[in-house]
C-alpha cells in the first residue's frame, strides 16, 4: 500500500511532464552562444488603455448632453448637425465603430446568461446612457452621437414619404430583428448585430466584400428612405423607441403654440410628425373600440403562437452555432470526412475531440436554443399584439407633434415652424 | 372639461409607464453590475489550440490582417535547416525567395555563429498565414506562433477570427493579460 501512496504522485508528475513535452517540443536544444548574443525581445505591444474607454464615455456623456441642450432649449439644427458631423469623426472613424451602444446589448446578455463574462463597466455605460438620455429628453442619442445613425442622417437627400402601413408593419422588423440578437449572444453563438453591421466597414476603411456592398446599398437607399437601417432594423432602436415613447421632455416642433399652420407637416424625412387628430377621425375611431377590446384579448394567443413558432425552429437556428453545424454536417452527410479541401471537418478529425463528444455538445447547445425560442418568440408575439392593439388606439391631438417613438430629434422640422418664442 | 380629463388621465398613464422603465432600466443596470469588471476585454489566440488553418490571415477586418507571426526566441533551436523559413523539399539553402515558405518573405535570417542562424518576423510584411507557425511546429520547436498584436487589433465586438477558427483557438481575455505567449513560463501565460 505505502507504494501506491509515492509511485501515484510520480506517475501524476510524469504524466503532466509528457503532456508538456507535446506543448513545446523541445526537438533541438536551445543553443549555448558563444559571440554573447542576446535574445532580441519578443513584441507583444499593449492593447488600448482602460483609461481611453473611460474617456470614451465622458465624451459619450458629453455629446448627449449637449445634444439635449441643444434640442430642447437651443433648438438650432445647425448646432445639432455639426455636433452629430464631430460624432460620426469620433467613435465612427476614430473609434472604428466598435464598441457601440447598438452592439453592446448583446454583451449586456452574453454577461448575464454565461458567468464567465463579466461585462465592463463601459460596456454598461454604453448601454444604458443612451436609453436614460431616451427616457428624459427622447432619442437624442440617435440624433447626434451614433454614428451608424449620422451617417445615413447626413445622406438624406432628397427623402420619400414612405406609406404609413408599410412604416408601421416593416417597424415591428426590429424587435424580431432585437429578438434573435439577444437568442444568438445569450447562447454564446454569435454577436449577429455585429457581424451583419453595415457600417462598420466603411468606417474603418475595409471589410468583407458584401458587407461593404450592403454598406453602400444601405447609405443609397437612404438618399430617397431616410436612415433606414434606424428605422427598420436597428434593435437598439426598438429600445430606445420604446424608452423615448415616455420620454419626461422632448423636442417640440413649435417655441410656443401651435398655429396650425402646417407648414412642418411635410418636413420630417422620417414620416414621424403626426397631424392633429380631427373630428372625422375621432368618429372613425368610436366604432372601432370593439375591434380594440378582441386584439387586445388576442395578445395571449399571440404570445404562444410566436413562442411555439419559433421554437419549432429551433433546429434550424442553431445550426449558426459551429458544434451544432458540424454535428449535423458528419451525421447527414458522413461522406464529407474524405473532403481535404473542408477545413472544419478536417481540424475537427485532427483534434482529439471524439463524435460522441461534439454530439453531446451540440445537443445540448439545441436545448438551450428550445428554451430560448419560447421566450424570443412570445416577446415577437406580444410586440405584434401590441402592435395590432395600438392601431386601434387614437390620441386626441390638437398641434402638428413629432411622433415620441419614431423622433430623432434631429431639429428639421424646428425650422419649418413660423411662431417666435414669446418672451415671458 | 371633458378633454381636460383625458389629457390628466394620459399623462398619468405616461408617467406611470415612465417610473415603470426607469425602475426596470434600473434593475438590468443593476443586474449587469453583478456580473462585471472594470476591465476591458481583448482577443487572445492560444497558440497551443492553433492548427495553423491560415483563416487568421483572409477573416481578420482588417488588411493585413492584425494577428501576426512572433518569434519565441528562447525556444528557438537557431536551426540552419529551419522548417518554418525554407520551403520543404527546397533546392538550395539559401534566402532565395523562392526557397522561403513565407508567401511575402517576412522571415529575416541572420547568421548568428556557427552553426546558428536568427530568424526575426517584419511585422510590416507578415500576413499571419500561420505557414511558417506550421512548419516550424511540425520541424522544428514551434517557437514561430501566431498573435493578435493589440497595437493593430481595433478590438472587434466579436472577432471575426474567432468565429471562423476552426480550433476554437481564439477567445476574450481580460486585458491585464492579453498575450499567451510560448515559451513565456514566467507569467501564467506558458502553461496550460
Ligand atoms: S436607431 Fe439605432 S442606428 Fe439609428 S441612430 Fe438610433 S441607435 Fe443609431
Ligand atoms: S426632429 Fe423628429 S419630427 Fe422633427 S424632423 Fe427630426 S425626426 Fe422628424
Ligand atoms: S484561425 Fe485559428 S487555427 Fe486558424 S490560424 Fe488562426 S488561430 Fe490558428
Ligand atoms: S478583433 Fe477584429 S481586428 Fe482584432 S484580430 Fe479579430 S477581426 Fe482582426
Ligand atoms: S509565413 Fe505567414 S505567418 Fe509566417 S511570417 Fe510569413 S506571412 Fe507571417
Same mark, same amino acid.
Given at each position: ?424 | ?95 532565395? +525567395?523562392?526557397?522561403?515558405? #513565407? %508567401?511575402?518573405? $517576412? @522571415?529575416? &535570417?541572420?547568421?548568428?555563429?556557427? *552553426? /546558428? ?42 472577432? +471575426?477570427?474567432?468565429?471562423? #477558427? %476552426?480550433?476554437? $483557438? @481564439?477567445? &476574450?481575455?481580460?486585458?491585464?493579460? *492579453? /498575450? ?13
Amino acid at each position: 500500500m505505502k507504494h501506491i501512496t509515492i509511485i501515484l504522485p510520480v506517475l501524476l508528475l510524469l504524466a503532466i511532464a509528457i503532456t508538456d513535452q507535446s506543448h513545446a517540443q523541445q526537438r533541438f536544444p536551445a543553443p549555448e552562444f558563444e559571440s554573447g548574443y542576446e535574445y532580441p525581445e519578443v513584441a507583444a505591444p499593449e492593447p488600448r488603455t482602460l483609461a481611453l474607454e473611460y474617456v470614451d464615455v465622458m465624451v459619450l456623456l458629453g455629446f448627449m448632453l449637449l445634444t439635449s441642450w441643444l434640442v430642447i432649449r437651443k433648438r438650432s439644427r445647425q448646432w445639432i448637425l455639426w455636433l452629430s458631423v464631430l460624432a460620426l469623426l469620433y467613435f465612427g472613424f476614430w473609434k472604428g465603430g466598435c464598441i457601440c451602444a447598438v452592439g453592446s446589448l448583446q454583451n449586456m446578455a452574453l454577461s448575464f446568461s454565461d458567468p464567465s463574462y463579466a461585462v465592463s463597466y463601459t460596456v454598461i455605460a454604453f448601454f444604458m446612457l443612451p436609453l436614460a438620455f431616451s427616457l428624459a429628453f427622447g432619442r437624442v442619442f440617435c440624433a447626434s452621437a451614433c454614428p451608424l445613425g449620422v451617417i445615413q442622417d447626413l445622406v438624406v437627400i432628397n427623402p420619400v414619404r414612405v406609406p404609413v402601413w408599410i412604416q408601421r408593419s416593416l417597424g415591428i422588423f426590429p424587435f424580431v430583428y432585437l429578438a434573435l440578437a439577444v437568442l444568438y449572444a445569450a447562447t454564446g453563438t454569435d454577436f449577429i448585430i455585429c457581424r451583419y453591421d453595415p457600417f462598420v466597414g466603411i468606417f474603418r476603411m475595409g471589410a468583407e466584400f458584401h458587407l461593404v456592398i450592403l454598406g453602400i446599398s444601405f447609405l443609397l437607399i437612404g438618399m430617397f428612405v431616410a436612415r433606414p437601417y434606424c428605422r427598420f432594423v436597428c434593435p437598439y432602436g426598438a429600445l430606445l423607441k420604446v424608452t423615448s415613447m415616455f420620454s419626461k421632455y422632448h423636442l417640440s416642433i413649435t417655441p410656443a403654440q401651435c398655429i396650425q399652420c402646417k407648414l412642418c407637416s411635410g418636413s420630417c424625412p422620417f414620416g414621424a410628425i403626426e397631424k392633429p387628430t380631427t373630428g372625422k377621425l375621432m368618429d372613425d375611431m368610436k366604432g372601432r373600440s370593439g375591434k380594440f377590446l378582441l386584439y387586445a384579448a388576442l395578445i395571449p394567443l399571440l404570445v404562444l403562437v410566436g413562442g411555439l413558432t419559433l421554437s419549432s425552429a429551433h433546429v434550424f437556428l442553431a445550426k449558426a452555432h459551429p458544434d451544432v453545424y458540424l454535428a449535423h454536417l458528419l451525421i447527414e452527410e458522413p461522406a464529407i470526412i474524405n473532403d481535404p479541401d473542408n477545413l472544419d471537418v478536417q481540424t475537427f478529425l485532427a483534434s482529439d475531440r471524439t463524435l460522441e463528444e461534439l454530439v453531446v455538445s451540440a445537443g445540448e447547445i439545441q436545448a438551450t436554443f428550445r428554451t430560448g425560442t419560447r421566450y424570443a418568440g412570445a416577446f415577437i408575439g406580444l410586440v405584434a399584439g401590441l402592435f395590432l392593439v395600438s392601431q386601434y388606439v387614437v390620441r386626441r391631438r390638437t398641434d402638428y407633434e413629432p411622433n415620441r417613438g419614431d423622433c430623432y430629434s434631429c431639429g428639421r422640422c424646428i425650422r419649418y415652424c413660423p411662431v417666435q418664442k414669446q418672451d415671458a | 372639461m371633458e378633454r381636460k380629463k383625458t389629457k390628466s388621465r394620459r399623462e398619468f398613464i405616461i408617467s406611470s409607464m415612465r417610473f415603470g422603465m426607469v425602475l426596470s432600466l434600473g434593475g438590468v443596470g443593476g443586474l449587469a453590475f453583478r456580473n462585471s469588471t472594470k476591465e476591458q476585454w481583448v482577443w487572445q489566440i492560444d497558440p497551443f489550440k492553433c492548427s495553423w488553418c491560415g483563416r487568421c490571415a483572409t477573416h481578420c477586418v482588417l488588411n493585413p490582417s492584425a494577428v501576426k507571426c512572433v518569434h519565441a526566441y528562447e525556444l528557438c533551436g537557431y536551426c540552419d535547416l529551419c522548417g518554418g523559413y525554407l520551403i520543404p523539399g527546397h533546392s538550395a539553402r539559401s534566402t532565395a +525567395a523562392e526557397n522561403q515558405l #513565407c %508567401p511575402t518573405a $517576412a @522571415i529575416e &535570417r541572420k547568421f548568428i555563429e556557427e *552553426p /546558428y542562424y536568427e530568424y526575426k518576423i517584419n511585422e510590416d510584411l507578415c500576413i499571419g498565414c500561420a505557414k511558417c507557425a506550421e512548419g516550424c511546429s511540425a520541424f522544428g520547436n514551434g517557437s514561430l506562433h501566431l498573435q493578435v498584436m493589440h497595437h493593430l487589433c481595433v478590438n472587434c465586438n466579436e472577432c +471575426a477570427i474567432a468565429r471562423a #477558427c %476552426p480550433s476554437d $483557438a @481564439i477567445s &476574450r481575455v481580460k486585458a491585464s493579460g *492579453p /498575450y499567451l505567449m510560448k515559451g513565456d513560463f514566467t507569467s501564467d501565460g506558458g502553461e496550460t
